[in-house]
């Protein structure tokens, strides 16, 4: 008995076409960008996914002085401020932000102030010492005047519209030809939904990519300045997941539109040579007397 070693999987790559690759690379865009944008937005996992964290240090750092500091004492009263030791650390995303005041415990809300009410509400007449520098309010102050998550919220519905028109790109089929023998062709796509197809991906790239490059240097900027004002007595840090996630996807949006456009661009070559190297229908001879 003959086995066949090929896996039954096997038997459908001759029947995954080109426009299906595309449409792998966005959807796993779209699930990177969605993790991204719903970063800290539950406390399952999601906090994980972050853009900025802001935290008190055990101890704080003595600054490096300068001759440009007109105010070399700031940093004492920033240490005694922040004496009380306080555990609390707050991440911060596009849609939500979350506080953890033990380790692996979070909780999350979308906007500071339900975080800060809960801070008072347990807290009592201490709660000023679970926050003595109001990183809760930091957090909240760079979410609703940095972050913006409009662009990301507009690119995943256009790979998705993408996505749509690229399912409606033929497969393989079969035909019968001039003599009958069935045979297995795959027409060209429509060329103006292809090019459709190509506008609204490009747009998704740029929206993508504009949007991560502002998570990026809003986040760097963020934590340089969280960290200064703060005299050593607070750190800031980027989230790595977030940018991983940001620029992968980001990354996965360029490579379907470079893709896309290749096959158009292929398709116009082999469209001009099949008119080019079309036969002409033969002329007719002139009669002869």
């Known amino acids: 008995m003959d086995i066949d070693p090929a896996p039954a999987w096997m038997k459908f790559v001759p029947f995954l076409g080109y426009h299906h690759v595309l449409m792998i690379f966005l959807i796993i865009g779209i699930a990177l960008q969605s993790i991204n944008t719903a970063g800290c937005t539950t406390s399952n996992n999601l906090p994980s996914v972050y853009i900025l964290s802001l935290s008190y240090l055990p101890s704080a750092t003595e600054p490096s002085s300068s001759n440009i500091q007109l105010n070399p004492n700031i940093s004492t009263t920033f240490s005694t401020i922040a004496s009380t030791h306080s555990q609390l650390e707050v991440r911060v995303s596009y849609l939500g932000i979350c506080i953890s005041q033990v380790t692996s415990q979070w909780l999350c809300a979308h906007d500071a ?3 800060s009410n809960l801070i008072k509400l347990y807290g009592g007449p201490e709660s000023g010492e679970h926050d003595p520098l109001n990183l809760i309010w930091v957090g909240g ?11 990301l919220l507009t690119a995943i519905p256009l790979a998705f519209l993408a996505i749509l028109l690229l399912a409606t790109f033929p497969g393989w089929h079969e035909e019968e030809d001039a003599a009958g023998e069935e045979k297995e062709v795959k027409p060209f796509p429509s060329r103006p939904i292809s090019y459709l197809a190509l506008s609204v991906l490009l747009a998704a790239s740029l929206f993508s990519v504009i949007s991560i490059f502002v998570q990026h240097v809003a986040s760097a900027t963020g934590s340089t300045m969280v960290e200064a004002l703060s005299y050593g007595t607070a750190k800031a840090k980027v989230g790595a997941a977030a940018m991983i996630l940001g620029w992968v996807g980001a990354c996965t949006y360029i490579i379907a539109a470079a893709g896309l456009w290749i096959m158009i661009r292929s398709i116009e070559v082999l469209s001009s040579r099949f008119v080019t190297n079309r036969p002409s229908a033969p002329e007719s001879e002139p009669l002869q007397a």
């Open 113 to 115: 102030l339900t975080l």
């Open 141 to 151: 102050r760079f979410k609703d005047a940095v972050l913006f998550p409009g662009l």
